[in-house]
């Protein structure tokens, strides 16, 4: 059974890498079909977004598959007979490995279907504009006419704006850089000037040793013309 279970884990692992790469690829792609908004083209299904929605439905497919023989698996070592502590606890390994992957399974099944469907909308509502384009094509002065050409110069605009909020992101992460610079540039000189108050103390306590010895000098030169001139008046 060990062999087996190794086998059908490594697939599983292999399954799960394939369908987040594939997942996340979708999502993209999806948000790149909803951001190319072009009125004179519908949303036709392109090659790579058949191809992967083809690859993602396989491999979730196998993947649950695998779940189920990794369940018979499980099953087929609980009634082997083995009571030990090891044997219960491999068991119960598999059972949390086993709940792992189906859970991952559904997130990832959610997901693309999600995906899937938003896309559908979109590629629905766009069919539908476009045959409410064609069926009024000759009636340049209705109002439906007038609606549909602001419809796309309003559309023209999103993208411009979106354009101009994409760059405006790039530039807050620009400022934020520059920001967390001259916070440590700040924090640097806030050191530099908490050390100022000791430099003044020390070159106040230079002068005042300063003042002292000068007043030393200036009291032992009296002093000493004190005595030179009372030895003077003596003699």
Known sequence: MSNAWDLLLKRAKTLEARLESKVQRFSQLAQRINADFDEEAPLVESKEEASLSSEIERDLNELSDCINNMRG???AGGGSGSSSSSSSSSIGNHEVLIKRYHEIHFDYSTEFKNTSATVQRKRESMELFQSSKKLHMNEEDSSVAK???ERSSIAASMKS???VIAQAWDTKNALLGQRSTMQGSASGLSGLAANVPTFNR???GIQR?????SL???????LLLCITIWWCFLK
Do not use: P, T
């Open 73 to 75: 698996q499980g099953a």
């Open 147 to 149: 609606l549909l050409r």
């Open 216 to 222: 030393i000098v200036a009291i032992v030169v009296g």
């Open 209 to 213: 040793k300063k003042l002292r010895e």
């Open 161 to 163: 704006i979106n354009d």
């Open 202 to 204: 020390m070159i106040d």
